[in-house]
């Protein structure tokens, strides 16, 4: 997931970051490239104890939007890029069946982004989640399901499969 972040100096310090869509979440350091990967580390580590404590991550906001905000005035914005698919879950092998034509726009994808083509799909599932699910982020984005949800643990419903749907 792509996170607008807000880079501000002050003479006599270090660069100070702040990640405006997770509140709390903040980190410092000596030149622009350094900032920028702490802040990549500390959203990774936020988020990690979001989704140990069952928590929803919170729904971003637009650049522009946090833009508007005089809190962050005089500050510089960037994006940090931070790979949410691989915190706090154990991985799991499946089986999927894609179009050939879908699979190579998917491993294009994926090189391009410099993600495996399991890690860019994780995202893409988890960002159509996050956009579909109108603000109620307790189940999907969590490692502890909302049992109010269809896909919540507990609630599977099996659906009686018909002849050539892939796994």
Known sequence: MRFPIVVHKDAD?????T???LPGCFSAGDTLDEVIESAREAI??????????GEPVPARTSLEAHQGNDDY???VWAIAD???SKLSSKTKRINITLPERVLAIVDRAAAREGQSRSGLLACAALSYLQRQSDGDLSGPLTDRPDSSHAYGAGSAQQTPRRRGDGE
Request: net charge negative; proline share 4%; aromatic share 4%.
């Open 13 to 17: 310090s270090g660069y100070g970051v």
């Open 19 to 21: 990640v405006p869509d």
């Open 44 to 53: 990774a580590c936020h988020i990690e104890g979001l989704l140990m404590d």
């Open 73 to 75: 005035r005089g500050g």
């Open 82 to 84: 931070v790979d949410i």
